[in-house]
C-alpha cells in the first residue's frame, strides 16, 4: 500500500464508512499511472461490469489532470469503450476524429437544436458547429436558408461556428483553439 497526497477535486472523492475514498473515476484515472495497459482495461471491465463506469465522469478527471502520464493510456482507451457518433457524411466523420485528435469533448452529432437539426453541438455550452461543403452549400437558396438558420440558433442562445473541410485539414491547431476558446476550455 502506498499513500498518495494530493488536492482532490470534490467529484472525485466522498466519505464511506467514516473513511475517506476517492470516485471510481479518479481511481482509474490514478491506475493508470502504476499499473500496465492490460491491469488498467480489466480495471475498466470490471467497474463496467459492476456497473460503475462512468466515461464522462473519467473525461472529466482527464481534463482537470492536464500533464499527467496517465492520460497516454486513458484517452484511447476512453476512445475505444465510446460508441461512434451517427454521421451522415465523410466530412462529419472526420470531424468526429478531428475533436477526438485534438482532445476536444466529443459533440453530440446529428442533433436536434431549436427545430433545426445540426450538424455538431455541445448542448450544455451552448455550441453548434455546422460543417459546410462546397457540393451542398454552393446554392443561392441554401446560403440564405444557412443564414437564416443560423440568426434562429443565435436567437436561440447558441453560438454557431462554420467549417469548412478546408479549415480543418489546412489549419487545424487554429480551428481546435476556436472551438476550445468558444467552449470556455482555454
Avoid at 482532490?8 to 470516485?23: K, Q, Y
Avoid at 492490460?38 to 463506469?53: H, V
Avoid at 442533433?111 to 448542448?123: M, N
Wanted: hydrophobic letters at 40%; proline letters at 4%.
Amino acid at each position: 500500500m502506498r499513500l498518495h497526497r494530493s488536492s482532490l477535486h470534490a467529484e472525485d472523492r466522498s466519505v464511506r464508512d467514516n473513511i475517506p475514498v476517492t470516485s471510481v473515476a479518479r481511481t482509474l484515472f490514478d491506475l493508470g499511472e502504476v499499473v500496465d495497459r492490460r491491469r488498467l482495461e480489466r480495471a475498466f471491465e470490471e467497474a463496467d461490469r459492476l456497473r460503475r463506469l462512468d466515461l464522462r465522469a473519467i473525461e472529466r478527471v482527464c481534463r482537470r489532470s492536464r500533464g499527467r502520464r496517465s492520460l497516454r493510456v486513458i484517452r484511447p482507451l476512453i476512445d475505444s469503450l465510446l460508441p461512434a457518433p451517427e454521421t451522415r457524411s465523410v466530412l462529419e466523420r472526420r470531424f468526429v476524429a478531428f475533436c477526438r485528435n485534438h482532445r476536444l469533448p466529443a459533440p453530440m452529432m446529428n442533433a436536434l437544436v431549436s427545430d433545426f437539426l445540426v450538424d455538431a453541438v455541445w448542448p450544455s455550452r451552448r455550441l453548434v458547429v455546422e460543417l459546410d461543403s462546397y457540393g451542398f452549400h454552393r446554392h443561392r437558396a441554401a446560403f440564405e436558408r444557412d443564414r437564416k438558420r443560423d440568426a434562429e440558433l443565435q436567437l436561440a442562445g447558441y453560438s454557431v461556428l462554420r467549417l469548412t473541410d478546408r479549415r480543418l485539414t489546412g489549419e487545424p491547431g487554429q480551428v481546435a483553439a476556436q472551438i476550445r476558446r468558444l467552449l470556455g476550455s482555454g
